[in-house]
């Protein structure tokens, strides 16, 4: 009898965890072959407010519709989630970071536009002040991310391995928090964590920073079925930018915007405030004059080469894959067209609803 | 033990010794600690929070310098911008494009006045201002009035007309160095390129923007660089670099920012601090702010030192202090340890100062403490030895009533230790040995009471014993040598002595001295061997003695024989002159009677002399004579014999001849001697014939009581020599037997055949010899040996 309760209770438990799930799984992300799904990450910024504000862009909304390509979009905690959904008709664009797009543009499944964001990603410690430090340290981590790429960029600048630490993953979101409680006593995360965990004490300090991209990118298959309704959606990431580059003003509503979408995500209110909101975005994509055209190689690597060598190397991404397909996706042309074309893409009309 | 003086192990150097090294161990390790701290306990020491320090000043330098070379760029590049999109040069622009006249001009003189603005603002900050024909690459218009015109066909120019590339920025090469060139796309509203406005500036000075604190804080080795994105050194700033300004370290990393420690060019570490500036949307400048690590710490080491010296004067101070205050406190220990030394020696009485014990401190309470201790010693030290000598009597007396059981055995207790040496023996084995308790405990049994032949095996055995080897053999037989070195036969029976824990500790021996039992049994044993023999040799004896006492009895009958004779002779001869005299009396004339009486008297009297002589025989053999020693002298008895006998010599012819000392003086029984020389002439005169001499004579000689005595005894010897037929061959004993005459005897000469008997048994009486033998020149010669004083002589006593 004993047994058997036991055995219930066991059942129950899975029964509730398995009905648990992904929080995506409650999304409609059936496949079909009309529309434009695309998936946001309203908790990284700039990311956040690019999402928010182009999915507020009327004038896109319109035009998509016209061209029989309905908008939707979806909130997505991390890249990766995202990628899962790319190419497979499921999701028809996303703004990802530079590994999530790396291990989609490996699968042939995308097309690069533009860069959303040119950043570093930062490893934020406690009290110690050198990478060296960190050995045999807890460091918070989002696997296969741009941070984590950006954590062995640094840990190899002393000699470290990651294998001399204990790598914890959790969310991004949640590693300011597990900083203070000594849950982990560094983490690498992209923006706002790093600002989050510098606001909150000055025991908290930046001991790495590496670059990092994020990229917003078009499913391949929806650029070759429909080119036109690409390009616009093109122009509206275009529009998102100006947009906000135009005031300062601009950039808080973006702000506002996306706090709301992050906390219809998670549930809390968003850990960062509009002003380092707005800042982040203006430093980290705003007053790049050259955003959003992907940045010419200057002599040296091309554009994500090291990221592609070291998710190789880790074996997120077989070791056979082709360099070509990262090169094909970065090939794509919409930007430089929608940028010949000003007027037609009416880049500077802005029609944003709240 | 004066308290006053410091020996090197006294307690108090002890103390002072291991409280001093424990002093400079904790000091030495809590320096160790403040300069590296602990870092399993997260502690960090001053070491670290100093590179930390310095860490985080070089951090807060980077971003300041990354700040002020950001907004720096920021505001030219702003400024740019804003010239850029200026109206006013946009028309200008178009008009020039659409070729109106004038508008060359007119575009010079808005980008002179611009760069005029721009000069009087910022000073030294732009060096020029150029518009670019995008599709001619030429200067249109120009600050410098001389380069309208003139081409550029650099690379930047190709970069800032792209049409994404609404902003490009650069590093050229100018004539006086490095110049910044900020391009701008000039558009208009569809966003097509009018022209590109570029801005020559200088490179942001480091200097300009480190304040007096930074420098401080840079220490004599910091240094400041900025990299553009191709590595090139754009601006540097170092303290004390004397012609080293302007050269640079390569840069190691790319593309990130931290902190790192790094090995400079001259081989020391150093702490390099990296930051991005965004130039662009290219990898963007690099700051490095790079110092000596132990310039970092030079303030640390001084700081360490300082410490360091301080603490050891500490130390040293607290040691010497330590070891005062050791001394204070020993010196009242080392007076109770005097004390206890004095008591140790014997001194009972001496107690630990009252200027010590009643101290109310922990010493104080010891020292009185020791005081009652001792006092409790001497008490119960009393109590003890009391019980002592009163368990001493009592284990005595126990001891003596355990020998007394011990000696009340008839057989000998022995026990021997491990050494083989005797502990303890009873009195039947001091006995059997012959010795004293006191000749025996301790002494090595084996070599002194065991024969020499058997003590090699009687002691392995015994060593074998008692380690294990060999088992107890309970019964067995040995000799032992007493101590006067006979030995005696002994049958043990023993019984091993061990310790608690079974090992052998000796052994207890029972032993009974069989010496006699064997001596018996080895004499019934010959006994019964010889049995046959002793009896034949019994039946001789017995025969001998039947002989013997037929001879005896012949003698016997003999003597009665003759006795009966010579009693009845006389006896007759008195009887029978009687009888005459009776019947003839009357008849006889008186010459006849005269001489029957005569006769009668004869015979009564030798009648009387042969009762005389079996009675002194008599007594002599029973001893009943006694001898009355009295000093005298063998000369005078000598010569008395003689006249007594001189007229019985006449009558036989026979001459005596005295040839002697005159004087032989001696002590004996003189009626006795006389009676010897009496016999002995009177037998000479009868057995010598008519016209012969007998010769008498004494000598002094040394006479040899025993054949074993080294010094004889003065003595005389007489000799009395007739001239008769001598003694017949083997009757020289036998003539002095009772009853028994010589064989010459019996052929007339008469005698009782007592009077040799009776001289033996006088000289005998008297301590000598009297023997018989045949004279050279023949007749009979008589010699006796007289001591001249016997043995054991009372005066007129008996010997």
Redesign the interface.
């Known amino acids: 009898m004993t047994l058997r309760i036991i055995l219930a209770l066991l059942a129950l438990l899975a029964g509730t965890t398995g009905q648990a799930g992904e929080y995506y799984d409650r999304y409609d992300l059936a496949a079909r072959t009309q529309g434009f799904d695309i998936g946001l990450q309203p908790l990284g910024y700039p990311a956040a407010m690019i999402g928010a504000t182009m999915r507020r862009d009327r004038i896109l909304l319109q035009q998509l519709e016209k061209l029989g390509q309905p908008f939707r979009s979806f909130a997505f905690r991390r890249g990766p989630d995202i990628v899962k959904f790319l190419g497979k008709g499921r999701l028809e664009g996303g703004v990802l970071g530079d590994m999530p797009t790396i291990t989609a543009a490996v699968q042939d499944e995308i097309d690069i536009v533009g860069i959303a964001k040119l950043t570093t990603s930062s490893v934020v410690s406690r009290e110690q002040g050198l990478m060296e430090q960190l050995a045999g340290k807890r460091i918070g981590y989002v696997e296969g991310s741009s941070a984590h790429h950006a954590l062995l960029q640094g840990l190899n600048s002393v000699g470290l391995s990651e294998k001399l630490v204990t790598l914890v993953a959790m969310g991004v979101d949640d590693m300011p928090d597990a900083l203070d409680k000594g849950t982990i006593d560094a983490f690498a995360a992209w923006e706002p964590a790093p600002s989050i965990a510098l606001a909150r004490t000055p025991q908290n300090r930046i001991v790495f920073r590496a670059q990092s991209t994020d990229f917003f990118v078009l499913s391949r298959s929806f650029t070759k079925a429909h080119p036109e309704a690409a390009r616009e959606v093109v122009a509206g990431f275009v529009r998102a930018l100006e947009w906000m580059r135009r005031s300062r003003k601009n950039a808080e509503q973006a702000a506002r915007w996306a706090m709301a979408d992050g906390e219809a995500l998670t549930g809390k209110p968003a850990q960062v405030t509009i002003i380092q909101a707005v800042a982040i975005t203006r430093r980290e994509i705003l007053d790049i004059p050259s955003a959003p055209a992907v940045p010419a190689a200057t002599g040296k690597e091309p554009v994500l080469a090291s990221e592609f060598r070291f998710l190789r190397r880790l074996g997120k991404i077989p070791e056979n894959a082709p360099w070509q397909n990262i090169e094909s996706a970065l090939s794509y042309n919409g930007l430089h067209e929608v940028l010949g074309n000003r007027a037609r893409y009416r880049l500077v009309t802005f029609d944003y609803r709240d | 033990m004066p308290a006053g003086k410091l020996k090197p192990t006294t307690l108090s150097s002890r103390i002072g010794l291991v409280f001093g090294t424990g002093a400079v161990l904790t000091v030495a390790i809590l320096l160790l600690v403040w300069y590296f701290g602990i870092p399993a306990l997260a502690l960090h020491g001053a070491r670290d929070r100093l590179?930390?320090e310095a860490?985080?000043f070089q951090?807060q330098l980077a971003d300041n310098q990354q700040m002020l070379i950001s907004n720096d760029l920021?505001e030219r590049?702003d400024d740019v911008e804003f010239f850029a999109e200026s109206d006013t040069l946009a028309a200008r622009l178009r008009d020039w494009r659409e070729g109106k006249q004038g508008a060359a001009a007119s575009l010079q003189s808005t980008v002179g006045r611009l760069s005029e603005r721009m000069q009087s603002a910022y000073t030294d900050r732009y060096l020029r201002l150029q518009i670019i024909d995008p599709r001619t690459r030429r200067i249109i218009a120009s600050s410098d009035a001389s380069d309208p015109g003139r081409a550029i066909p650099a690379h930047w120019v190709e970069q800032a007309l792209l049409?994404?590339?609404?902003?490009?920025l650069s590093l050229e090469a100018g004539s006086d160095g490095l110049e910044l060139i900020i391009a701008?796309q000039v558009q208009d509203p569809?966003?097509h390129i009018l022209a590109v406005l570029a801005a020559y500036a200088q490179p942001y000075e480091l200097d300009a923007g480190i304040s007096p604190l930074a420098e401080h804080n840079l220490g004599q080795t910091g240094a400041i660089y900025l990299y553009d994105?191709?590595g090139y050194l754009v601006s540097s700033h170092q303290r004390h670099s004397g012609d080293v300004r302007g050269a640079a370290q390569p840069l190691n990393?790319h593309?990130?920012?931290?902190?790192?420690?790094e090995t400079g060019p001259n081989g020391r570490e150093q702490l390099a601090t990296y930051r991005?500036i965004?130039v662009?949307?290219?990898?963007g400048w690099t700051l490095v702010i790079r110092r000596d690590t132990s310039d970092a710490l030079t303030p640390l080491h001084g700081l360490a030192f300082r410490a360091s010296l301080f603490a050891l004067v500490l130390s040293a101070i607290l040691i010497l202090v330590v070891i005062v205050l050791a001394r204070r406190i020993t010196a009242r220990i080392s007076a109770m340890t005097d004390v206890a030394e004095a008591i140790a020696r014997g001194e009972t009485e001496r107690r630990v100062p009252a200027a010590v014990a009643n101290r109310n401190d922990d010493i104080g309470h010891l020292a009185a403490v020791f005081n009652t201790m001792v006092e409790k010693l001497e008490s119960w030290n009393a109590v003890l030895d009391r019980e002592v000598r009163k368990r001493t009597v009592e284990l005595d007396a126990e001891k003596a009533a355990a020998q007394r059981y011990l000696d009340i055995a008839a057989v000998m207790l022995l026990a021997l230790d491990r050494n083989g040496r005797i502990t303890m023996i009873n009195q039947a084995g001091k006995v059997i040995l012959g010795v004293t308790e006191s000749d025996v405990i301790g002494r090595d049994w084996f070599a002194s009471f065991v024969p020499e032949r058997l003590r090699a095996s009687v002691r392995d055995v015994f060593l074998r014993l008692m380690t294990g080897e060999t088992e107890i053999v309970r019964n067995y037989e040995n000799p032992v040598i007493r101590l006067d070195g006979r030995e005696r036969e002994i049958a043990w029976r023993n019984i091993l002595i061990t310790d608690e824990a079974g090992h052998a500790q000796g052994i207890l021996a029972c032993g009974i001295d069989i010496t006699d039992r064997k001596a018996t049994d080895a004499e019934l044993a010959r006994h019964r061997a010889h049995l046959e023999e002793l009896v034949g040799e019994r039946t001789t004896q017995l025969a001998e003695a039947r002989d013997q006492a037929e001879a005896a009895n012949r003698a016997k009958s003999e003597f009665l024989a003759n006795m009966s004779h010579e009693l009845r002779t006389p006896m007759h001869g008195v009887l029978s002159f009687a009888r005459l005299g009776q019947t003839r009396a009357a008849s006889l004339p008186p010459e006849k009677v005269q001489e029957y009486f005569t006769h009668i008297a004869d015979s009564g009297n030798r009648l009387l002399s042969l009762l005389n002589d079996l009675l002194d025989l008599s007594k002599l053999e029973s001893g009943h004579m006694h001898m009355n020693y009295s000093s005298t002298d063998l000369a005078t008895i000598a010569r008395e014999a003689v006249s007594q006998l001189s007229a019985l010599a006449a009558g036989r012819g026979v001459r005596l001849l005295i040839e002697g000392s005159d004087v032989a003086p001696l002590s004996a029984d003189r009626e006795r001697l006389l009676q010897v020389m009496t016999n002995l002439i009177g037998n000479a005169i009868k057995f010598t014939a008519a016209d012969s001499v007998i010769r008498i004579n004494w000598a002094a000689i040394e006479m040899m009581p025993d054949a074993s005595d080294a010094h004889g005894s003065p003595g005389w010897r007489v000799t009395v020599i007739d001239a008769g037929p001598g003694i017949p061959a083997g009757e020289e004993e036998a003539i002095f037997d009772k009853f028994v005459q010589s064989s010459g005897t019996s052929t007339g000469a008469g005698g009782t055949g007592l009077g040799l008997a009776i001289c033996r048994e006088i000289i005998s009486r008297h301590h000598g010899r009297i023997t018989a033998s045949n004279a050279p020149e023949g007749g009979a010669c008589f010699t006796f040996a007289l001591p001249s004083d016997p043995p054991t002589i009372e005066e007129g006593g008996n010997p």
């Open positions: 590179i930390q860490i985080n951090n920021r590049r049409p994404n590339n609404s902003e490009h701008r569809d966003g994105w191709q990393r593309g990130i920012e931290g902190s790192f420690f991005l965004r662009g949307a290219s990898e």
